[in-house]
Each structure stands twice: as C-alpha cells, then as structure tokens.
C-alpha cells in the first residue's frame, strides 16, 4: 500500500488583508513558490500586450 502523506497548509492573501488558506497534500510534482516567481511569470505573459501598446503610445 502507498505510504502516508503528510499534509500542508497554503495561504494567500486577496484584497483587504483577507487570508484564503488550502491543506493540500503535496505531490513530486508540486513545490513552493515565492511571489519573486509568481511576479517573474506574469511579467513574461504580458509582455507582448506591454510592448503592443508602446507601438500604440508612440503613435499618439
């Protein structure tokens, strides 16, 4: 039989200071994130939108 898993608590805040938080049991797969990581990745994902309306400024 599968060995036991040891369960995790994760939190986030949304707006006006509210703490959501999840026990998750976690898989090879998952790790923890830093919002250093989370912040890396968006910047990445609107990227072309950015770079879309600077064109768009430059024309005005």
Known sequence: MGGH???QV?????EGGTEVRFEI???DEWHQVGSEQIVGKIREAV???V?????????V
Do not use: C, M, W
Request: charged share 20%.
């Open 5 to 7: 898993v040891a369960s």
């Open 10 to 14: 994760v939190s986030y805040e949304v």
């Open 25 to 27: 049991e976690p898989t």
């Open 47 to 49: 990227a072309p939108a």
């Open 51 to 59: 770079e879309g309306a600077r064109a768009v400024l430059e024309q």
